[in-house]
């Protein structure tokens, strides 16, 4: 089921499950301009928050909605032509190669990007990954997944930026199936 395309109510609080950084920005905003209205006792205040607080609400889901369709597009491609990596065997000199992983969930971040951070464990290591939709209905901590996506850089300081030889590599993840 396609997380925005329809705008029912469930798919609304599926969405702000699963991006809280839009929802609490969304809540945060919607807040001040109420707030600013009562106490200045001016309605156009209101008013002109309006479009502000829409972007806020339409944005987050047209953003989901594109990498949504951005994953359902890669997702076979790399399902029909990858065969599983061992955590272990994924090293700086793989950058930018296709990866597929299989592994046990350890945890799940939502922080204040709108994208899920997500840590898996196999035998012989631990990895980061960054996906650009959400985890599968049901995925949770512990599960066994099978991960897609490509090796880039994890740095160990400052996240996207950082020193440039103290980086280890982590998961721009496009997809993930629950095993």
């Known amino acids: ?4 395309k329809k705008f029912n109510l469930n798919n609304i609080l599926r969405h702000a499950k699963t991006m ?3 929802t609490l920005s969304l809540i945060i905003w919607s807040a001040i301009a109420i707030w600013a209205t009562i106490m200045s006792k001016n309605i156009w205040i209101l008013v002109c928050s309006i479009p502000f607080i829409i972007a806020l609400t339409l944005i987050p889901l047209k953003i989901s909605s594109m990498n949504y369709d ?3 597009e890669l997702l076979p491609k790399y399902e029909n032509t990858l065969s599983t990596t061992k955590i272990g065997n994924i090293t ?3 950058l930018n190669q296709k990866v597929k992983v299989e592994g046990t969930v350890e945890k799940i971040i939502y922080g204040i990007s709108p994208k899920p951070t997500i840590k898996i464990r196999d035998d012989t290591g631990e990895i980061y990954t960054l996906l650009i939709v959400p985890l ?3 995925v949770k901590k512990g599960d066994k997944i099978a ?5 880039s850089k994890h740095y160990k300081y400052f996240g996207f930026m950082g020193i ?3 980086w280890k590599p982590k998961i721009f993840g496009i997809g993930v199936d629950k095993l």
């Open 1 to 4: 089921m396609h997380m925005v």
């Open 20 to 22: 809280p950084s839009a």
């Open 70 to 72: 951005i994953s359902q």
């Open 92 to 94: 700086k000199e793989m």
């Open 136 to 138: 599968p209905e049901g």
């Open 147 to 151: 991960l897609y996506g490509i090796v």
């Open 164 to 166: 440039p030889k103290l």
